[in-house]
């Protein structure tokens, strides 16, 4: 097992299982079982959940069942699950932590993400998507800043062992370290080929915070957002596979953890995961193809989330919110501070 180690100490498992599945019941329970199969049968040992991924409660009943028959003890995972926007407010903050405890059935988490920099209107414990009228989703200025005060007391606390953010920009991290004593142990962002981010590993490495790449695949069964070719397909990726004797989903996770990127990739199928896990096995890269898969980037993000409106028109979920990350166009000055 490769592994990253955190600003707090820890090994964190360079590469973990992702677990956004989309779909209903059903879908909850094939993440599940992929869980299991990816700990039990393949020897994953990350794993990387949210509230909103709505499926904890189907894991927490895998995972239970795991340390009950002792395939693993809680130790031996990193479990890993994310504060959602609705429970920014510091009063909500351990509420929100304590419903994704219960649900995964855990008394500790090995690190908590801020899963957003926006805030939503808090309406109690089952609305995720506060909407209007209209169906615009209800913003609120609560700043992340002090959402973060709040999951460093969670920490303080032993209930998470780690704190990190996802989806933050350069801006964000660096006056959410100048404001708060605590550095973020990482930071989950966007990060395959085509969309790599890379001013924002550089600033990652630079402030001893470690970066994960999510969505390495593009994220290619995403229902929404815009649609494009997919990933795996690409003639370089392929290439290099071919020369390799690998796949170019390999390829991807090699060229992010030789560059020092934690990956979660997802899947619900045994074959998928077992090459996944794979990678852990093959050679590194040469100099030719990481500068060939650094040719790739089209800063194309495949993440702006959408929401549709009750006239149907689709609209950007969250780009009024004050705290909207993706507008600031990250440059070299970055790397300044
Ligand atoms: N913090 C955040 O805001 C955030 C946002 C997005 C994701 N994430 C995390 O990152 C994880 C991964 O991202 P993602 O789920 O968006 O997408 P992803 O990992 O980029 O892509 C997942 C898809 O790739 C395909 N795949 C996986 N392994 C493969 C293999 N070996 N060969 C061929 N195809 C393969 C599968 O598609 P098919 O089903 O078509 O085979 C799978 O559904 C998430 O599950 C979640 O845990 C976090």
Known sequence: MAFLRLNTGVQMPALGIGTWHHGGPEAKREMAEAVRVAVEDIGFRHVDCAHIYLNEAEIGDVLNDLFKREVVKRGDLFIASKLWCTHHKPEHVEEALALTLKRLRLDYLDLYYMHFPVA??????????????????????????DTWKAMEALQE???????????????????????????????????????????????????????????????????????????????????????HKTTPARVILKWQLQRGVAVTPKSVFKNELEDNFKVLQDADLDEDDLKAVEKLERNARK???????????IVSRDEKSIFYPFKHIETEDALDF
């Open 303 to 313: 993440l702006h989330q959408v929401k549709k409106l009750k006239n149907g028109e």
């Open 120 to 145: 939503f209107e808090y309406q109690g414990q089952d609305v995720n998507l506060p909407e209007d009228d209209e169906g615009r989703i209800k913003m609120t200025e609560d700043d992340y800043v």
């Open 157 to 243: 606390k032993g209930l998470v062992k780690a704190i990190g953010i996802c989806n933050f920009n350069s801006l964000q991290i660096k006056r959410l370290v100048k404001e708060s004593k605590t550095i973020p142990a990482a930071l989950q962002i966007e990060s395959n080929p085509r969309m790599q981010n890379d001013i924002l590993r550089r600033l990652c490495h630079k402030m001893g915070i470690v970066k994960v790449g999510y969505s390495p695949f593009g994220s290619p069964d995403l229902p929404w957002g815009e649609k494009m070719p997919h990933l795996l397909l690409d003639e370089t990726l392929n290439k290099i596979a071919t020369k």
